[in-house]
């Protein structure tokens, strides 16, 4: 079956850039998601990428896809104490509806 | 346009009680999903339902566990005689169900927490 894995923690000095790094199994997977997760919340969606893609920008968020190697990364410039958070990588294969999840990684940012 | 709305919040039950948990798609969604957070991990799928129709149950466990998406109203997750391996997180998410792209967007999740 489908599996995603990340690594669970990541700190990072405010202003630095962090970059969070997923990988998959699934070749057939079409659509990559980066998600949010602040202590008590829900998921907030931050940006996808669908598989034809190698590259996403979206003003301090940078996606890159290696399709090859089945890496997801994202990266965040300039980060700030609010951008501490869970952040989930998320893929969908082609043929299904539902997302199979990372286990998330612990982004926090130091002062 | 208000998000995906799930009620209650939080919820405590005793083991052998039942619990219910309700979720109001985004405007103009028709797909609904259910995924369950356990304490320190990711989410993971448990149903899919389109307007009075599952469509997808395999993440479900086969016994207590049921999911409705009834034509009027909110879709209804409900666990039967709940134990306290079912305390989680319940994020119940919605997609328009429309296009090549089906971005699906959560709502706040239900903690539940069974004493």
């Known amino acids: 079956g489908e599996d995603v894995e990340q690594s669970l923690f990541l700190s990072v000095r405010e202003g630095d850039s962090s970059v969070i790094n997923c990988t998959y199994t699934d070749s057939s997977s079409t659509y990559l998601y980066w998600y949010k997760q602040e202590p008590g919340a829900g998921l907030q969606l931050l940006t996808y990428?669908?598989?034809?893609?190698d590259m996403k920008q979206d003003q301090r968020l940078t996606v890159l896809l290696n399709k090859k190697d089945k890496h997801l990364s994202l990266r965040i410039a300039d980060t700030q104490t609010g951008d501490s958070a869970i952040y989930f990588c998320?893929?969908?294969?082609?043929?299904?509806?539902?997302?199979?999840f990372g286990s998330g990684t612990q982004l926090t940012v130091l002062p | 346009n208000a998000g995906v709305m799930q009620n209650p919040r939080h919820l405590v039950r005793r083991r052998g009680q039942e619990a219910r948990l309700r979720c109001s798609p985004m405007k103009g969604h028709s797909h609904v999903y259910w995924y369950r957070q356990l304490p320190e991990e990711g989410l993971k799928f448990m149903v899919y339902l389109q307007k009075e129709n599952i469509i997808d149950e395999s993440g479900m466990p086969k016994e207590r566990f049921s999911a409705e998406f009834p034509k009027e109203g909110p879709s209804i997750l409900r666990i039967q005689q709940v134990v306290r391996g079912d305390s989680a997180a319940y994020f119940c998410?919605?997609?328009?169900?429309?296009?090549?792209?089906?971005?699906?967007?959560f709502g706040p999740g239900t903690r539940l927490l069974v004493l």
């Open positions: 998410a919605s997609s328009p169900g429309i296009g090549v792209q089906e971005t699906q967007y």
């Open positions: 998320a893929e969908r294969s082609g043929s299904a509806r539902q997302l199979t």
């Open positions: 990428i669908f598989s034809n893609m």
